[in-house]
């Protein structure tokens, strides 16, 4: 039975032993400001930021090109492995059209490539997931079955700290909707089918940290649960608090936002939530 290899982006920004332990590929998204292009995961949010503070400019981003998928499948199938391709949502990004357009150059009927509808935290725990079972030795139909099944109970949702990006950037589907006028709002958005959609607003940051933790089930049983963050650590600690006060015990990793997104929504805290079988 061939191995299977998981390949990801660089929006899930998984660490670095892990990618290690289970070989998962990582092909990274570009951040393009006029003087330079920054390759996402390998500057902190915080100089990005600074530079988008220092120039008045909010970069662009890019997803990898067909190219950048096909050396890493070419590889993988070379050695005589399958593979399956885990990535940002379709709904905020092309890269799942870049990674189909691949393997449809290299060889389909052994790359499965899958839409996370989702990114950061909620792409690392489905990617983690489908590495654990390949290395059970599991098959590339069940994985992909898996994945469909953790998917539809995986929640990703998000508290800008301000609105600025999101009012410059424009990627952000029916929360462009809370522009405007609420700019003393805090949004609380989620990925919806995919896309980014307001789920509430409310007046101040704590009402906004009580609001994401609202999304907590009342149980620990079989939840996987992470805090993400983008320069918004002190929010961050907040959130975890008020987590631990909710479900004691619960271990809580920490996630930060890939530049190519805190690009999008500037500073932010948020949490995915995975209910596990």
């Not at 220092?54 to 590889?75: A, C, L, N, R, Y």
């Not at 399958?82 to 092309?94: L, Q």
């Not at 790359?111 to 079972?133: H, N, P, Q």
């Not at 390949?134 to 800008?160: T, Y």
């Amino acid at each position: 039975m061939p191995l299977i290899k998981i390949v990801t982006d660089s929006t899930a920004l998984i660490k670095e032993e892990i990618l290690n332990k289970y070989g998962i590929e990582v092909v990274p998204l570009y951040v393009n400001f006029k003087d330079e292009t920054i390759v996402d995961g390998t500057v902190e949010n915080a100089a990005i930021f600074e530079k988008i503070k220092k120039t008045q400019e909010i970069p662009s981003t890019s997803q990898p090109s067909p190219g950048d998928f096909v050396k890493v499948f070419e590889k993988i199938v070379q050695e005589g492995s399958e593979v399956i391709s885990i990535h940002i949502s379709s709904g905020i990004s092309g890269t799942v059209e870049s990674a189909n357009t691949a393997a449809k150059m290299v060889d389909e009927t052994r790359i499965s490539v899958f839409d996370s509808y989702s990114t950061s935290a909620g792409l690392a725990m489905l990617v983690i997931a489908a590495a654990e079972a390949a290395e059970e030795g599991k098959k590339r139909e069940e994985i992909i079955d898996m994945l469909e099944r953790l998917k539809s109970k995986l929640r990703v949702v998000f508290c800008p700290e301000t609105l600025e990006y999101l009012k410059k950037g424009g990627r952000i589907g029916g929360a462009q909707a809370l522009l405007g006028s609420l700019l003393q709002i805090k949004p609380v958005l989620y990925f919806c089918e995919g896309k980014i959609e307001p789920l509430d607003k409310v007046r101040t940051m704590k009402k906004a940290l009580e609001r994401l933790a609202n999304e907590l089930p009342g149980t620990a049983d079989g939840l996987q649960v992470a805090i993400i963050n983008a320069g918004a650590w002190e929010n961050c600690q907040k959130l975890l608090q008020i987590i631990k006060e909710r479900l004691p015990g619960i271990e809580v990793d920490f996630y930060e936002l890939s530049p190519v997104i805190a690009t999008h929504v500037g500073p932010v805290v948020g949490l995915a939530i995975l209910q596990h079988d």
